[in-house]
């Protein structure tokens, strides 16, 4: 039966057959994924292996790595006090730290005039009002006074440098009360206070390395 022009076969025709047998047989048009822009890193190697949310994953930290900084006379220290929990998960993930103004001078000053290569500079990182120190990371870069982070949790720091974390764990402030710092415990200790390099330092790395 040969349909009409402008009118479609009606069903069971051999014209109606054959074109359901071909729409059978075609296959189906793959979609092209479009690329996907990433944003910007500012340690893609470190990225990449803090990728799978390091911050609830401090195994990847291996205590190890602290052993050459208990050799190391030459080393300095300072304490960070951050008031945001937020901020130091961002600077685990991103590798960068910033502080005030006046602190970001000091750190800057310091790494610039020791070489931090020959004298590595460690910070001792703490939330406030958390009562544990969080983890030790080492100052990589001078500041950047003319570029800003745009990620933290208030944009009221200008410039960043960059860092290393070493280790990610909790040391409650009671384990570090007895360790003195300029006649104070250590967990008083203010942002930006350098460690003298005596036992303190010594205490504080052991202190680290030992709380499982």
Not at 15 to 25: I, N, Q
Not at 66 to 77: E, F, K, S, V
Not at 84 to 110: C, F, P, Q, R
Not at 126 to 141: L, Q, Y
Request: glycine share 6%.
């Amino acid at each position: 039966m040969v349909g009409r022009p402008g009118i479609a076969p009606p069903v069971g025709t051999t014209s109606a057959v054959k074109e359901r047998e071909m729409d059978g047989r075609r296959k189906p048009q793959r979609r092209k994924h479009k690329p996907v822009a990433l944003g910007p890193r500012f340690n893609k190697d470190a990225a990449k292996e803090r990728s799978k949310d390091i911050v609830n994953d401090v195994s990847v930290f291996d205590d190890t790595v602290l052993t050459p900084y208990l050799r190391l006379g030459t080393c300095r220290y300072f304490v960070i006090k951050s008031f945001s929990e937020a901020n130091v998960h961002k600077s685990v993930k991103y590798g960068v730290w910033t502080s005030t103004d006046t602190i970001n001078m000091t750190l800057d000053m310091a790494f610039k005039s020791d070489l931090a290569c020959i004298r590595p500079i460690l910070l001792f990182f703490s939330v406030c009002g958390s009562k544990h120190f969080c983890g030790i990371a080492r100052m990589t870069s001078a500041v950047n006074f003319d570029l800003n982070f745009g990620l933290w949790e208030k944009q009221k720091y200008e410039g960043y440098f960059r860092v290393e974390w070493l280790v990610l764990k909790d040391v409650p402030n009671h384990v570090l009360m007895k360790v003195q710092l300029n006649q104070k415990s250590f967990p008083r200790a203010c942002d930006g206070d350098e460690v003298a390099y005596n036992e303190v330092w010594c205490k504080m790395i052991i202190a680290f390395a030992q709380r499982t």
